[in-house]
């Protein structure tokens, strides 16, 4: 259930992207969902091997260098995606994983997962 509400919640920040910044097209809600089910799909088959393969970059750059591999995984559900989905260049990639990473770690941390209050 948990993997549904963070494909919906990627899709509306896609849009959200789309409507803000020139670079980054999607072209419907179907299409921004679509491009969310296969950067999920990206995360958990092909993000793992990336990480694998660049952990000591990871660990020298004290973990900043998985904002580079999640612009990596941004770009491939473009080239996946063709004309429905398009991101200009790998500084926007780079500058939406970012945020998405930000916004997702307050939205999992304050709606989805709350504190339990004793």
Same mark, same amino acid.
């Given at each position: 259930m948990k993997w549904i509400i963070g494909i919906l919640i990627n899709a509306l920040l896609f849009i959200a992207f789309a409507g803000y910044f020139e670079g980054f097209q999607v072209s419907s809600f179907g299409a921004a969902v679509g491009a969310s089910i296969v950067l999920y799909f990206i995360n958990m088959l092909v993000r793992p091997l990336l990480v694998i393969l660049t952990l000591p970059v990871t /660990?020298?750059?004290l973990g900043l260098f998985l904002f580079v591999i999640n612009a990596c995984t941004l770009l /491939?559900?473009?080239?996946i995606m063709g004309s429905k989905f398009d991101i200009s260049g790998f500084g926007l990639a780079l500058l939406i994983a970012i945020i998405m990473s930000i916004v997702n770690l307050i939205i999992h941390k304050t709606v989805i997962e709350p504190k339990k209050r004793k």
């Open positions: /660990i020298l750059s /491939i559900t473009d080239a």
